[in-house]
């Protein structure tokens, strides 16, 4: 039987055929309809020879078969050591085989393809920085999950995922009645301790557009409350855009690339709109990587750059920091061994590894920040990237995973860790759970609001 | 037969040899593409090139990248191997003096005596190689013969070459064998994986490239490779 009812090769693109997939628990039945699903041989190759430029055939050629990469990888670490997990032989044994046969393979090649590309891959891009012939497997596996993808042999959740934002344009069924609402609600909920707050949908030709995650929305609505809190503290002229608001896209971990092209140019609709002077992200790495590093290749801009300067959430911090527009109360600052999560997605993909560690140096007393060991460039996966946080089937993998961080968290001897990446935190929470080290972790903007100078006349009038 | 070795095929060997690896080299910077790389290239070139150079250097000048360090026996062999393997064909005094009969110039000799440390340090890099290979598994598992063929192929001139250069055996056949292999090794590299003696630097310019322009470069803080 070539097609299922759920798995098949055709993406989820009403509401219906979503709620339907979900309604698939644990994605049940779409495994088992996985393993009738044809490999449309012809289409594979077609796509191959179109998408696969000389960077990709050329590391497919030239890798040394040195084994260097091996110990790059955290999953080779964590796993034993198994040469299975070697980052060559990932690549090699899936995408090199495929395309030395012509695309002319299995059902069950296609299985263990995708089982590799979700669950022995974050797509971190650390063992790039160690391969002597610049092989960046993280790129290849990126590429490979389009490929599955397009011929349907892709993790349920993710099918879910990408799904979502075909039809929501956002990683979860929130919608622009949804969020606005949301940002209403947030702003009436905190009036109170902060006189004057508000949070403005659609105000045209503000200083900064800011845009978040849908998980804000969906389950920490306070952080979305939170990043008006310190806004409205720094005196920022703000709005979010009530369509274009939700820059992730799991479309890019599935390896939807159709879909990342749509989402990217929802929110960019809306800086157009919108006319901000520049936009500010959410404290998550994946959004940024989808909206800033990736998206404006996807929106076919070749200046490589979004429509007007757009930057993470760390970096927009540190500026307040710097300038004095938040001020933070000496007396409040951490006095306890703490420890930062660099995110792959800003930091090996955008360099933003000195902004993060600025920030520290005006919130945390001097003396108690700890490094991991490696970090910045260097550092590890938290173990859950590339859509690996999400993936039932892959759980087991995922907590094996884990460790790697564990360990490095472990060695700092810190029980608070610093994540300003959702993933990375919700890595770190899973972590704590599976483990129990008895760790603490929080995004930024929590830490920094416990510890701001406020100026009287934004408080409440003293009764 | 030496004169047909050192004549006509060497003449072709050359054309076929830098020929090629010339078009291997054109054919990939006409084969990326911005979009689907992911860089700007052209826009931002001058971030690009800093960034190439940058990552090119890390990776040319040993213990200089993250890589070197954490694996200084490797890295010792690795390089001995590399430098043994290409700084004794260009200077070494045999050869130059072909260059000499052939264009009446001639580049600087190596003493004998280092030479042939250079030819032995090739030999025993490439013997180290080969074991490693067979030693560690996480390099056994992405082994395959044509990795062996391909370090037989680049040791086998150094093999026949210091036979013939000892005076083992007839000297006459082990010298038109170590122009053969050669020959052999030379013809191979735009064919093979040996080709990495250029794609090495697109590669790599490649992805300091990438870094250079959106993956730190713009952002004023450089990759420490
Ligand atoms: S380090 Fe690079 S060349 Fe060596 S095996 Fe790994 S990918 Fe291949
Ligand atoms: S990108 Fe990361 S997870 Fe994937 S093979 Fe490389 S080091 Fe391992
Ligand atoms: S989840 Fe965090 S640490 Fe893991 S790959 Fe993504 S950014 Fe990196």
């Known amino acids: ?463 | 037969m030496y004169d047909f070795l050192t004549g006509p095929m060497l003449w072709l060997t050359f054309a076929v040899s830098f020929g090629g690896l010339l078009v291997r080299a054109v054919m990939y910077v006409k084969g990326l593409s911005w979009q689907l790389d992911r860089v700007a290239y052209r826009p931002n070139m001058k971030y690009g090139i800093r960034g190439g150079i940058r990552s090119i250097v890390a990776f040319i000048i040993p213990f200089k990248a993250r890589l070197w360090q954490t694996r200084p026996g490797f890295t010792l062999i690795f390089f001995a191997f590399h430098i043994g393997l290409l700084v004794t064909p260009i200077f070494l005094a045999a050869h130059n003096v072909m260059l000499q009969n052939a264009f009446g110039f001639s580049l600087p000799a190596l003493p004998t005596g280092v030479a042939d440390g250079l030819a032995w340090i090739c030999l025993v890099g490439g013997l180290f190689l080969i074991l490693r290979r067979i030693a560690f598994p996480e390099v056994r598992i992405i082994t395959t013969f044509y990795d062996y063929l391909l370090l037989v192929i680049s040791v086998m001139p150094f093999i026949t070459g210091l036979i013939a250069r000892y005076e083992m055996g007839d000297y006459n056949f082990w010298l038109a064998a170590h122009i053969l292999s050669g020959e052999i090794w030379l013809l191979a590299l735009p064919f093979t994986k040996l080709s990495h003696v250029v794609l090495f630097f697109m590669s790599r310019m490649q992805l300091g490239m990438d870094y250079g322009i959106k993956r730190g470069g713009m952002k004023g803080t450089d990759m420490a490779w």
Not at chain 1, 272 to 284: D, F, M, V, W, Y
């Open chain 1, 1 to 463: 039987m070539p097609e299922g009812k759920f798995c098949n090769k055709t993406p989820i693109n009403t509401e219906e055929q979503l709620k339907a997939t979900l309604g698939d628990k644990g994605g049940k039945q779409y495994y088992e309809e996985m393993n009738q699903l044809d490999v449309d041989s012809d289409k594979l190759w077609a796509s191959i020879q179109k998408t696969m430029k000389s960077r990709t055939k050329t590391w497919l050629e030239i890798c040394a078969h040195c084994g260097l990469c091996a110990e790059s990888c955290f999953l080779y670490q964590v796993n034993g050591r198994v040469p299975e997990q070697v980052p060559s032989y990932k690549i090699q044994s899936t995408l090199g085989v495929m395309v030395k046969k012509k695309g002319k393979v299995d059902n069950a090649f296609m299985q263990m393809c995708m089982e590799t590309a979700w669950s022995k891959c974050t797509c971190c891009n650390r063992c790039g920085m160690y391969c002597p012939l610049g092989i960046d497997m993280g790129v290849m596996f990126s590429y490979l999950r389009g490929l599955l993808y397009s011929q349907g042999f892709v993790p349920w959740e993710l099918k879910i995922g990408s799904g979502m934002h075909r039809v929501y344009r956002a990683q979860m069924d929130v919608t622009t009645e949804d969020w606005v609402e949301t940002c209403e609600w947030m702003a009436e909920e905190n009036e109170e301790d902060w006189p004057g707050l508000e949070i403005p949908v659609d105000k045209v030709g503000a200083d900064i557009m800011y845009t978040c995650n849908a998980r804000e929305p969906k389950h920490y609505p306070e952080d979305i409350a939170e990043a008006a809190i310190l806004f409205h503290v720094a005196g920022e002229n703000w709005t979010v855009p009530s369509e274009g608001w939700e820059q992730t896209s799991l479309s890019m971990f599935a390896g939807d690339w159709e879909c990342c092209k749509d989402n990217v140019l929802n929110v960019y609709a809306a800086l157009e709109r919108l006319k901000p002077k520049r936009a500010i992200g959410t404290e998550c790495g994946h959004a940024h990587r989808a909206t800033v590093i990736e998206g404006p290749y996807w929106a076919g801009r070749p200046d490589g750059q979004p429509p007007v300067p757009y930057i993470h959430y760390v970096e927009w911090l540190a500026e307040a920091l710097r300038t004095g527009k938040l001020k933070i109360d000496p007396t409040k600052r951490i006095k306890e061994p703490v420890t930062l999560q660099d995110s792959c997605n800003y930091v090996r993909n955008q360099g933003l590894k000195d902004v993060t560690r600025e920030i520290l140096s005006y919130i945390v007393e001097p003396g108690y920040f700890v490094e991991m060991a490696p970090n910045k460039e260097h550092n590890y996966c938290c173990g859950g990237g590339g859509g690996f946080n999400g993936i039932g089937k892959y759980r087991e993998q995922r907590n094996v995973a884990l460790r790697k961080k564990m360990e490095q968290i472990l060695d700092t001897g810190c029980k608070l860790v610093i994540a300003p990446c959702h993933n990375c935190w919700d890595a770190i929470r899973d972590l704590e759970e599976e483990y129990k080290i008895g760790i603490r972790w929080s995004f930024l903007k929590p830490l920094v609001i416990g510890m701001l100078d406020v100026p009287k006349h934004l408080l409440p009038p003293e009764e």
